[in-house]
């Protein structure tokens, strides 16, 4: 994943909740092995407007957008191969 003042993409003090851009029990490991995971507080992982929260769909949309054009650019793969793997586009 991309730096960004929004998450981190190393665990520290204050990013220290690992989210799998992807996290159903479907793509959850696959998100995993391709390292479309970053590392948020704990504020916007689980809190009212985190991604896991009920205002959080706009954080969780961003996320989902920056991992798979990282996803695509790192790979070198295009948009139908980005969703055979992970069911559908968010681009």
């Known amino acids: 994943m991309p730096k960004s003042t929004k998450y981190s993409t190393k665990r520290t003090k204050k990013y220290c909740e690992r989210h799998e851009?992807?996290?159903s029990?479907?793509?959850r490991s696959k998100s995993?092995?391709?390292g479309l995971i970053v590392f948020l507080t704990e504020e916007?992982?689980?809190g009212t407007n985190g991604v896991h929260g009920k205002n959080g769909d706009k954080l969780n949309?961003?996320?989902k957008k920056v991992a798979q054009k990282a996803w695509m650019e790192y790979y070198k793969k295009t948009k139908e191969e980005?969703?055979?793997r992970y069911g559908k586009s968010n681009l």
């Open 32 to 34: 995993i092995k391709d």
């Open 21 to 23: 851009a992807y996290y």
């Open 61 to 63: 949309r961003y996320l």
């Open 82 to 84: 980005f969703i055979k």
């Open 44 to 46: 916007d992982h689980r």
């Open 25 to 27: 029990r479907a793509y």
